[in-house]
């Protein structure tokens, strides 16, 4: 059917991401003044209170909409896919990556649902190497460690290694909540609380899960393309 359509109307995929994508993401809540009880709600603790200002960490964040359904009008969701949140120390790589980058993809104990998410990038519909991305089976091609998962004790060893074997530079990035804070699964017996416990982290991108877009987004901000003024926070 692809190849048909393809031949018929020419190929058809989405733009890389912009500043509005608007029915192309769930939407993620953003800090706004309302009353106490919608932080009180929150089963993760995304959400907090002070002032009457509700401030949202997203890496906390599993969108289950409770805040939505205990107050529908107070609490604000952006429609966009600036999602990614970069480290203090971390910068995009040198113009030699512009154009072309490696990923390697762990699973680190991930539900399924981010993994679900990443898979679509490289459908016909994102055809993500179009934009000169690509997904190695070899740490040692990777200039990028994309994590998923809270990193489970099972997992952890294989991860070190993974990153031990890439070639410097490498850029470290975690995807999902749980990636990044452990959320909802840890910190606990059997996982921590995210990768940021075992490796540098360099490029975050929330959500549970966040969308096909908001990934893309997070590597194309690390070759220096991302089309966003600034970064999520």
Not at 58 to 82: T, W
Not at 157 to 174: F, I, S
Not at 193 to 213: C, F, I, R
């Amino acid at each position: 059917m692809w190849t048909t359509n393809g031949l018929r109307r020419g190929l058809l995929a989405v733009r890389p991401p912009a500043e509005d994508a608007a029915g192309a993401t769930p939407g993620r809540p953003v800090s706004t003044r309302g009353p106490r009880e919608i932080a009180a709600v929150c089963p993760t603790g995304a959400l907090t209170a002070e002032g009457g200002r509700i401030d949202v960490e997203l890496g906390r964040c599993v969108h289950c909409l409770a805040c939505l359904r205990r107050e529908p009008e107070a609490m604000d969701f952006a429609q966009d896919c600036a999602w990614t949140e970069w480290a203090q120390r971390s910068a995009p790589a040198p113009r030699s990556f512009r154009r072309s980058l490696h990923v390697r993809v762990v699973d680190a104990g991930d539900g399924g649902q981010t993994l679900q998410e990443l898979r679509q990038l490289t459908g016909p519909y994102y055809a993500v190497h179009r934009l000169g991305i690509f997904f190695t089976p070899t740490p040692r091609d990777a200039d990028v460690l994309l994590v998923v998962g809270p990193v489970t004790a099972g997992t952890r060893r294989a991860l070190l290694a993974t990153y031990e074997a890439m070639p410097d530079p490498k850029w470290v990035m975690a995807v999902g909540s749980a990636a990044a804070t452990g959320v909802p699964y840890g910190p606990g017996l059997a996982t921590g609380a995210g990768v940021q416990e075992h490796l540098p982290v360099d490029v975050v991108v929330p959500g549970d899960p966040p969308p096909p877009l908001a990934i893309l987004d997070g590597l194309l901000a690390i070759m220096g393309r991302s089309a966003r003024k600034e970064v999520a926070r």
